[in-house]
């Protein structure tokens, strides 16, 4: 992010605050792009937010199918009706992702506290914050995370708020790769965990203790 930028946001949410968001404060930042379709619109914030899909190719050549625009609101959407347009040139199933709950989702809007109560039975060793952390993030899918531990050793190494069986988990079946991976692209532990945990973090997913529990 510019210096611009981080002062126009600490500015905004200044407005919420009685003492001023100042930029000396930001402990993180990080700036993404968003490509959006060039409609004809006379500046950016005019042009369209929805997908557009554009199409090269005809059978029986290999197609090109280029996506420009969309957002994670409407990505089931969009994959949905990227499929329908690739369908003449491969052997493809109905749509089936519509009703279907993500990873880990698949309990009522308000489960979360039922989730809860059950996982501080079933790893009382866990904290309050640990849990409700746990939870939040992978649903009910914490069972692959913490098994059948017993005692806070059994989830292996710690790094302060997260655990190698967390790390394990990530690296395995939500494609971490490194350590900031984990800390900010799937977390924002990285807002919580000190330089030294960091560091042994990016060491035991270098390591093969690491790499051996993702193969």
């Keep these: 992010m510019s210096a611009d930028e981080i002062t126009y946001l600490c500015r905004a949410a200044g407005v919420y605050f009685r003492n001023p968001v100042t930029p000396d404060q930001v402990v993180h930042a990080f700036a993404g792009i968003r490509q959006l379709y060039d409609d004809g619109a006379r500046s950016a914030q005019n042009l369209t937010r929805e997908y557009v899909l554009d199409l090269d190719g005809r059978p029986p050549n290999a197609p090109l199918l280029t996506v420009y625009g969309g957002k994670i609101t ?80 059994d989830l292996g190494t710690s790094f302060g708020e997260l655990t190698a069986a967390e790390v394990r988990y990530l690296m395995r079946h939500e494609f971490a790769e490194t350590a900031d991976d984990v800390l900010w692209r799937r977390s924002k532990l990285g807002l919580h965990l000190d330089a030294g945990a960091q560091e042994r973090l990016a060491r035991f997913m270098d390591n093969d203790d690491g790499r051996a529990a993702a193969e």
Excluded: C
């Design 74 to 153: 409407t990505y089931r959407r969009l994959a949905e009706n990227a499929l329908k347009r690739l369908a003449p040139f491969y052997r493809m199933g109905p749509a089936w992702t519509r009703d279907v709950p993500l990873p880990g989702g698949d309990f009522s809007h308000d489960g979360i506290a039922a989730l809860a109560a059950r996982a501080h039975g079933l790893w009382p060793f866990l904290t309050e914050p640990q849990v409700n952390r746990l939870v939040r993030a992978y649903g009910t899918r914490l069972d692959r995370i913490l098994g059948t531990a017993r005692q806070p050793e």
